[in-house]
C-alpha cells in the first residue's frame, strides 16, 4: 500500500508543477500587440554593414560555377579520365559530367545480389540514349536479356545487370 501512496503523491505533485507551469504560459499569452509600447520609426534599432569578414565567410561557401576541365599533356591520364568532346554537342541527347567532371554512371547494389548501372544527368531525347545503349549492350552480350528504367522527370537511366564498365566505355566513345 505504501508504494502506491508513493507514486501517488508524486503524480500529485508533478500535476501540481505543470498547473503552475501551464497558467504562467497563459498570462503570457494574454499579453497582445496593442498592449506593447508603440515604437515609432525613428526609435528602431540602428545596426551596421560590416564586410570587412565577409572574406571569411566567403571562403567557407560553395562554388557556384564549376571549374574548368584541367589540362593535361597526353589523354587518357593514368588514371583514365578522358574529357568530353565537341562532338557530343551534335547528338539528340547530352549526358552532363558532374562538378568534377566525372561522367555521371553509378553501380547500385541491392539485395546483396541486384547490381544495377544508374546514368544520371541525362538531357535531351532520353529515349534515344536508352535504345542507343540497349543497343550497343545487345551487341556485346547478345544471349542475355537487358531490363531498363527511364526516369524522364529525374533526367536518369538504370540499367539491370553489372554493365558499368560497358556503359562508361558507351559514353566515352559518344564524346561525353
Request: charged share 25%; net charge positive.
Amino acid at each position: 500500500m505504501s508504494i502506491f501512496r508513493n507514486i501517488l503523491t508524486k503524480s500529485t505533485s508533478q500535476l501540481k508543477t505543470f498547473s503552475r507551469l501551464s497558467t504562467q504560459v497563459r498570462k503570457c499569452s494574454n499579453i497582445s500587440e496593442s498592449s506593447l509600447p508603440d515604437k515609432g520609426q525613428d526609435e528602431l534599432i540602428d545596426f551596421e554593414v560590416s564586410t570587412k569578414e565577409m572574406k571569411y565567410v566567403e571562403r567557407l561557401m560553395p562554388q557556384l560555377t564549376v571549374p574548368e576541365v584541367p589540362k593535361h599533356s597526353s589523354y587518357p591520364t593514368p588514371s583514365g579520365w578522358v574529357p568530353p568532346r565537341e562532338e557530343a554537342l551534335s547528338l539528340p541527347y547530352q549526358v552532363r559530367r558532374t562538378k568534377n567532371h566525372m561522367l555521371p554512371v553509378y553501380h547500385e547494389q541491392t539485395h546483396q545480389n541486384r547490381h544495377c548501372v544508374h546514368i544520371r544527368k541525362v538531357e535531351g531525347d532520353i529515349w534515344a540514349l536508352e535504345a542507343a545503349l540497349k543497343e550497343h549492350l545487345q551487341q556485346l552480350y547478345p544471349e542475355k536479356q537487358l531490363a531498363s528504367q527511364v526516369h524522364e522527370v529525374a533526367r536518369s537511366i538504370r540499367i539491370k545487370g553489372h554493365y558499368i564498365h560497358d556503359v562508361a566505355d558507351f559514353l566515352i566513345s559518344k564524346g561525353f
